[in-house]
């Protein structure tokens, strides 16, 4: 498992790990590790010519610092001061090793500066760290504009611009990769900064890993270790029987992938309660599927489901199934019938349109359009806390976030192509983690292995290319027989 931690949580070990060391010690481990990954980079693409953005904070002492030796080491090293000040003995090492020294500390970027942007092979991009707030310095704005394409970007300890804490989108540097020190950062694995993130490496100097996490991520290691392998004395009631409460008259298609997706899974046993035409679809093409009414350990309600012309059996069902002790996912239609809080563990699965339309009806703030993108996380917490429920919020890096109460880190995992993006998609998650719920899983560990394997099993469906929801809902047995045999 990946873990990353608050900026205040970094902070505080930091401080720890520099108690008995010289003075600038944990700096110096941090520019000697960042000068080995840029001068690895420099070599594996043959190539010279290097840019320290360098801004007022230790992130600009890093990259300063880093910068002597590979201009000790020959390569034409331009300094670029964007900051009110610059860290000197650091700046002094770059001057003494032969770095040519500019400065862009407002307005316009000077013609000097555009020219060796333009030209510059690698950049260490240390402008601005884990202190600064979101967004660039306003005399920056143009900075990304100017970096040549073919340039590669290294940020250092994160990409300048981006939100530390992960939660809100902003005008960021996106870099190639980002080289950060000791502990990974929300800023390396939340929604809205990871894509500016590229490539992470952690370079160990030494910080000690606080008790708390604030996001994790899982790996394919953390699939054996979570996922309900049965045992010689399970039976399909031990495994858990999932209900499955999807589609209509209507939306027929929904449903034969939630289910299919839940039996190939490998849950004990499917229920589900439809109208007749997707009742027909199921017993032709998932004959594993018992049908109507009867014990079951969980329940995914809501994928295909219209809620104002639903069956009316299925609305009952809903009814009682939201009143009862028993887990609930609720994924599409199934949204729209929630009203209020449950005492018993609940999974929404909605996309940012439908967590959008969820927060506006439940009335928590004036949210404009473009809410979820700029905020994801802080949009899904509010529905979390308001309904004290699990939320995992589709994407390319998909966010599953419990409610504050329980005092559980956020899930990310960015483990789909972006083939994926295709409906039905989501009806195949559905049923996948409803199987998972059923057979015990908390939301939270149900919505993350279940985003992981569906992400997966996409990619092995059809690797580097094109894939249909129905083609990953088969492909779901053989990924996790993959994943557990890691």
Same mark, same amino acid.
């Given at each position: 498992?990946?873990?990353?931690?608050?900026?205040?949580?970094?902070?505080?070990?930091?401080?720890?790990?520099?108690?008995?060391?010289?003075?600038?010690?944990?700096?110096?481990?941090?520019?000697?590790?960042?000068?080995?990954?840029?001068?690895?980079?420099?070599?594996?693409?043959?190539?010279?010519?290097?840019?320290?953005?360098?801004?007022?904070?230790?992130?600009?002492?890093?990259?300063?610092?880093?910068?002597?030796?590979?201009?000790?080491?020959?390569?034409?090293?331009?300094?670029?001061?964007?900051?009110?000040?610059?860290?000197?003995?650091?700046?002094?090492?770059?001057?003494?090793?032969?770095?040519?020294?500019?400065?862009?500390?407002?307005?316009?970027?000077?013609?000097?500066?555009?020219?060796?942007?333009?030209?510059?092979?690698?950049?260490?991009?240390?402008?601005?760290?884990?202190?600064?707030?979101?967004?660039?310095?306003?005399?920056?704005?143009?900075?990304?504009?100017?970096?040549?394409?073919?340039?590669?970007?290294?940020?250092?300890?994160?990409?300048?611009?981006?939100?530390?804490?992960?939660?809100?989108?902003?005008?960021?540097?996106?870099?190639?990769?980002?080289?950060?020190?000791?502990?990974?950062?929300?800023?390396?694995?939340?929604?809205?900064?990871?894509?500016?993130?590229?490539?992470?490496?952690?370079?160990?100097?030494?910080?000690?890993?606080?008790?708390?996490?604030?996001?994790?991520?899982?790996?394919?290691?953390?699939?054996?270790?979570?996922?309900?392998?049965?045992?010689?004395?399970?039976?399909?009631?031990?495994?858990?029987?999932?209900?499955?409460?999807?589609?209509?008259?209507?939306?027929?298609?929904?449903?034969?992938?939630?289910?299919?997706?839940?039996?190939?899974?490998?849950?004990?046993?499917?229920?589900?309660?439809?109208?007749?035409?997707?009742?027909?679809?199921?017993?032709?093409?998932?004959?594993?599927?018992?049908?109507?009414?009867?014990?079951?350990?969980?329940?995914?309600?809501?994928?295909?489901?219209?809620?104002?012309?639903?069956?009316?059996?299925?609305?009952?069902?809903?009814?009682?199934?939201?009143?009862?002790?028993?887990?609930?996912?609720?994924?599409?239609?199934?949204?729209?019938?929630?009203?209020?809080?449950?005492?018993?563990?609940?999974?929404?699965?909605?996309?940012?349109?439908?967590?959008?339309?969820?927060?506006?009806?439940?009335?928590?703030?004036?949210?404009?359009?473009?809410?979820?993108?700029?905020?994801?996380?802080?949009?899904?917490?509010?529905? @979390?806390?308001?309904? /004290? $429920?699990?939320?995992? &919020?589709? *994407? +390319?890096?998909? =966010?599953?976030?419990?409610?504050?109460?329980? %005092?559980?880190?956020?899930?990310?995992?960015?483990?789909?192509?972006?083939?994926?993006?295709? @409906?039905?998609?989501? /009806? $195949?998650?559905?049923? &996948?983690? *409803? +199987?998972?719920? =059923?057979?015990?899983?908390?939301?939270?560990? %149900?919505?993350?292995?279940?985003?992981?394997?569906?992400?997966?099993?996409?990619?092995?469906?059809?690797?580097?290319?094109? $894939?249909?929801?129905?083609?990953?809902?088969?492909?779901?047995?053989?990924?996790?027989?993959?994943?557990?045999?890691?």
């Amino acid at each position: 498992m990946i873990r990353a931690y608050s900026v205040e949580d970094v902070r505080a070990a930091e401080s720890a790990a520099m108690e008995g060391l010289a003075d600038g010690e944990l700096m110096q481990r941090a520019a000697t590790g960042l000068a080995g990954v840029a001068r690895a980079r420099l070599e594996e693409r043959d190539s010279d010519a290097v840019v320290v953005l360098a801004g007022s904070g230790d992130n600009g002492g890093d990259a300063l610092y880093a910068g002597a030796p590979l201009a000790e080491a020959g390569h034409p090293v331009v300094v670029v001061l964007v900051g009110s000040r610059a860290h000197e003995a650091a700046l002094a090492a770059a001057r003494d090793a032969g770095a040519i020294v500019l400065e862009w500390r407002d307005g316009a970027a000077p013609g000097e500066v555009r020219t060796a942007l333009g030209e510059a092979d690698l950049i260490l991009d240390g402008v601005t760290g884990i202190g600064g707030r979101p967004g660039l310095p306003d005399h920056l704005a143009a900075l990304p504009d100017l970096v040549s394409d073919d340039a590669y970007v290294i940020a250092v300890d994160l990409p300048s611009g981006a939100d530390p804490a992960g939660l809100v989108a902003s005008d960021a540097v996106y870099a190639d990769e980002t080289v950060t020190f000791g502990l990974t950062k929300p800023v390396h694995l939340m929604p809205p900064t990871e894509p500016a993130t590229g490539l992470l490496t952690v370079v160990d100097i030494g910080v000690p890993e606080p008790s708390s996490p604030a996001v994790e991520r899982l790996t394919y290691e953390d699939v054996a270790r979570l996922w309900p392998v049965p045992t010689p004395t399970d039976d399909k009631y031990s495994r858990g029987v999932l209900g499955v409460v999807a589609g209509g008259e209507q939306y027929t298609g929904a449903p034969v992938m939630n289910v299919t997706a839940a039996v190939t899974a490998g849950v004990g046993m499917v229920r589900y309660v439809g109208p007749r035409r997707p009742t027909d679809l199921l017993r032709s093409l998932v004959p594993e599927c018992v049908f109507g009414e009867g014990r079951v350990q969980a329940w995914a309600i809501g994928s295909g489901l219209d809620a104002e012309n639903a069956d009316d059996d299925q609305l009952r069902v809903v009814r009682e199934a939201l009143e009862s002790d028993l887990p609930v996912l609720l994924d599409a239609g199934g949204l729209d019938l929630l009203e209020e809080s449950r005492s018993a563990p609940t999974l929404l699965t909605p996309h940012a349109g439908e967590l959008l339309r969820l927060a506006r009806r439940l009335e928590l703030g004036d949210l404009p359009d473009d809410a979820v993108r700029r905020a994801p996380i802080e949009i899904a917490r509010r529905v @979390a806390d308001h309904l /004290d $429920v699990t939320v995992l &919020l589709k *994407g +390319a890096v998909t =966010a599953v976030v419990p409610p504050s109460s329980a %005092a559980l880190p956020v899930r990310t995992q960015p483990d789909a192509p972006a083939w994926l993006a295709t @409906a039905g998609s989501g /009806d $195949v998650l559905a049923g &996948l983690a *409803g +199987a998972l719920l =059923a057979s015990g899983l908390s939301p939270l560990d %149900a919505g993350s292995v279940a985003t992981l394997v569906h992400g997966v099993a996409a990619d092995d469906a059809n690797p580097g290319g094109p $894939v249909r929801a129905m083609d990953v809902a088969h492909q779901l047995g053989r990924t996790v027989a993959r994943l557990l045999r890691r």
